[in-house]
């Protein structure tokens, strides 16, 4: 008898084969159960983790916000004149696209907010070798998008004048990212921005806007007089990257902030279980909107989005 028919003649063990049964019966009790029963613990710890930073970081930003309430000054400085003293990856970045290393970037926060939101960004891009970043403080008490929207182009003017540069970057949280949107698309500000990247902006509005007693809510609303302007058709030639979360708990329906207009040239990036404010500390999100900025990198995550929609509509 061979080594494997004697294996197979093995009983057993008494408590096994009792054990057996109930597997099988577990097994058919679970076949029964419905998919989305089945997840729901996987989907809740997710969510549970997703809370979870998200509050860290509110603790976090509340703990910074103080120092950001202070405009900061206008003077933009960028001492790199030799490569020798520099980091790798600032010199990596400025024989890659030196256009882009010293092109300024434009931050603009969110509601009620200022610029200290940029803290964990504005250091990942200097790292990333970027030396000319700026923030609009604009006033917690704006109560028009138009008008924030204006004050945008002053600040941009200003910073091409400083440095010299002709475009700038600009990069937005939220209903920043709306402001940037308004002006370059409705007041002719794509001739000073190459590229806009947002990040959790409502572009089609938000349901939870109607929940805020501010005037400037009214206009993030679905279907608002901004939101049906910015829906017109336009000849804008700046570039959008929307980045958007699929657990945004602020920006409902999460696809709103996906930025969805045949007229504009739109690079979309979904990512998973980040929260609203999450958004400016996520790792792979900060680096996202480095990796955004510079040409090479802009047309590798377009041409990683087209294989997306092409695996998706596949599928369907």
Known sequence: MSVCERMASIEPPAALQLARPAAEGAADLLAGVPAWARNAPVIASR??????????????????????????????????????????????LLLADIAASGTPIVLLHGIVDNRSAF?????????????????????????????AAAALARHVERVCSQTGYEQVFLVGHSLGGIIARYYVQRLGGDERVNTVITLGSPHAGTQTARLLPLKVARQLRPGSDLMVELAMPTSCTSRFVAIYSDRDEVVLPNRSASLEHPDLVVTRVRVHGVGHLSLLVDRDVVHTVADALTERMAADLACAQQIDATSASSHS
């Open 47 to 92: 969510h549970a983790i997703s809370a979870i930073k998200e509050l860290a970081w509110l603790a976090a930003h509340v703990a910074l916000y103080p120092a950001g309430v202070i405009a900061e000054r206008h003077e933009i400085h960028d001492p790199r004149h030799r490569l020798d003293p520099l980091s790798p990856a600032t010199r990596g």
């Open 119 to 147: 803290a964990v960004l504005r250091r990942t891009l200097r790292r990333r070798g970027y030396g000319r970043i700026t923030t609009v403080n604009y006033s917690m008490l704006t109560s028009d998008v138009r008008t």
